[in-house]
C-alpha cells in the first residue's frame, strides 16, 4: 500500500490516463486511486472522504427530489413528476437505466426551482445526481455509491478546468457521458482498461457539441442530458462485454474535446443562437423592461431568420431522391465520405484514361490525407480498375495489385478544403479529375481533362451523384 501511495503522490495531480494506469499497475480499483489522492491531498481518512462527497452531492439530490415530487420548470414544466406518477417502466424496460433517466430529468427541473451545484456546470451535475439517486435507489452499498460518486466528482472536476466557455460538450452532454461510462464500469466490476475504453468511446460523440437549446429553448436540453446516460452506459456495458482496440488514451481525447471546445464557442455557437433565438422562452415581467423598438427588431430578425431557415429546408428537400434511389452504393472501408467520395473521383478519371496506366498522383486535403489508410485503397482500385466501392474483394488487394503491376504511386497532401485530385499518367498522355468531398460517396466534379464534359458524361454512366 505504501508503494501505492507513493506512486499516487508522485503524479500528483493526476489525468484520467495516470489513475488508470496505476490501477492497472499495482491490480487495485480505481475508485481506491481516486480515494488515495483525495487522502493525500486532504490529509483525511477514507471514511470521512467518502462522507464529504456525499455530503458534496445533498443539495443537488434534494433538488431532484423537489423536480420529482412537484417541482416546475420554466423549459421543462413538470415533465418528471408527470414521469414519476406513471406506474410501471417509463422509457425503457431496464429499471436501473429507466430510473437514471428518470431521476437525471428530475434534476433538471429541480435546478430551475432550487438550483444545482455546479461542476463543470449545472448541466453535468444532472446525470451526476441522477446515476448516484440510481445507485441509492437499486440497493447499491453507501461505500460502493460513494466510492462511485468520488469517481465521477474526480473526471468531472477535469472537464470544470476545460470548461472555460459555451458548450454541452465539455458540460452536461461530454463530461455527463463520460463520467457515467467509467461509474458504469466501475459498479460493473469493469477493469481499468475497460474504463478508459468506455469514457473514451462516450466522449467522442460530444466532440464540439454546443448548447442546443443556449438554455432558453424549451425542452430541448433534455435530450443531451439523458444522452449522456444513453451513451455513458452504453459505452461502459459494452466495453465490459466485448473486446475492442480503443487506442486513444482518454487524456488525449479530453485534450482534444477541451481545445474543440473553444472553437466551438467561437464557430458553432454564434449560428446556433441565430436559429434558436426566436424559440427563446421569455419571461413577461422581465420583456415590460424591454424597449419596444428592441421588441421590434427581434421580431424582424426572427421573420428573417424563420424565412431563410424555410428556404434551406426546401433546398435540402430539392436536393434529395424519392426514396427508392436515396441510398447509394455500398463502401467498403467504413465511410461514403473518407472512402466513397474519393473513390468514386478515382472512378471517373479511369474512365477517362487511354493507354497503358504508368501512375496515379492523388492529392487529398488534410482531413483524407490523414485517412489514406481507408480511402487510398479505394481510390486506386477506382483509378486502375474501375471499381467500385461495392467490390470488397477487390479493395483488400487492390494496393498490392498495384505495386505488382509496377504502377508508381504519388500521394500528397493538398491544403485546400475538401479537395481531392486524382491524376491518372498513361503511355498515351494525362486526365484527372479535381472534385471536392462531399458525403454519401458524392462529390463536386471542378475540372477535369481532357474535358469536364466527358466527365460528367463519366459520372452519369456510373451513377455517380454529382452536387454543386
Known sequence: MSDLRASVESKLPMTVSEMIEIAKEYDVKVTDVVLIEAAIQTGLFREEILSRVMEE?????????IGMKDGESILLGTVASQLAAQEGSKCF?????????????????GNHCIGLRPCAGTGDSCPYAGFTKAMIMHGYEEEVVAETAGLILKIGGLFR??????????EGFGAGAACIAAATVSIGG?????????????????????????????ALCTSHLAGAILIGMYAGKLCMKADMDVNVPFDVMLAMAAEVHMESGR??????????????????????????????????????????????????????????????????????????????????????????????????????????????PGILMGAVYGASTEDYEMYDKSVQMVKDAGIE????????????????????????????????????????????????????????????
Do not use: W
Open 409 to 468: 504511386v504519388e500521394i500528397l497532401e493538398a491544403s485546400e478544403q475538401s479537395v481531392q485530385r486524382i491524376t491518372i499518367f498513361t503511355d498515351k498522355g494525362i486526365c484527372s479529375v479535381d472534385t471536392l468531398n462531399r458525403g454519401g460517396g458524392r462529390l463536386v466534379l471542378r475540372k477535369a481533362q481532357p474535358s469536364i464534359e466527358d466527365a460528367t458524361k463519366a459520372a452519369n454512366r456510373l451513377g455517380i451523384i454529382l452536387v454543386e
Open 93 to 109: 424496460t431496464d429499471s436501473f437505466l429507466d430510473d437514471a433517466l428518470l431521476y437525471t430529468l428530475a434534476a433538471q427541473v
Open 190 to 218: 469493469g477493469t481499468p482498461e475497460q474504463m478508459e475504453k468506455a469514457m473514451v468511446l462516450a466522449l467522442s460523440p460530444t466532440i464540439g457539441v454546443p448548447c442546443t437549446p443556449r438554455v432558453l429553448v424549451p
Open 57 to 65: 452531492y445533498r443539495h443537488n439530490l434534494r433538488a431532484l427530489e
Open 161 to 170: 478546468v476545460g470548461k472555460v466557455t459555451t458548450g454541452c460538450n465539455m
Open 267 to 376: 464557430e458553432i455557437v454564434p449560428t446556433v443562437v441565430k436559429y434558436m433565438e426566436p424559440f427563446f422562452k421569455r419571461k413577461p415581467g422581465v420583456e415590460e423592461l424591454v424597449s419596444q423598438e428592441v421588441k421590434e427588431k427581434e421580431a424582424a430578425r426572427t421573420q428573417m431568420t424563420n424565412k431563410k431557415a424555410a428556404e434551406k429546408a426546401k433546398s435540402l428537400a430539392k436536393g434529395a431522391g424519392n426514396i427508392l434511389s436515396t441510398l447509394g452504393d455500398a463502401v467498403v472501408g467504413g465511410s461514403s465520405q473518407a472512402v466513397g467520395s474519393p473513390t468514386n473521383a478515382a472512378r471517373i478519371c479511369h474512365e477517362l484514361v487511354e493507354g497503358k496506366i504508368k501512375k496515379v498522383r492523388v492529392e487529398l486535403y488534410p482531413e483524407l490525407f490523414a485517412r489514406r489508410s481507408i480511402n487510398i
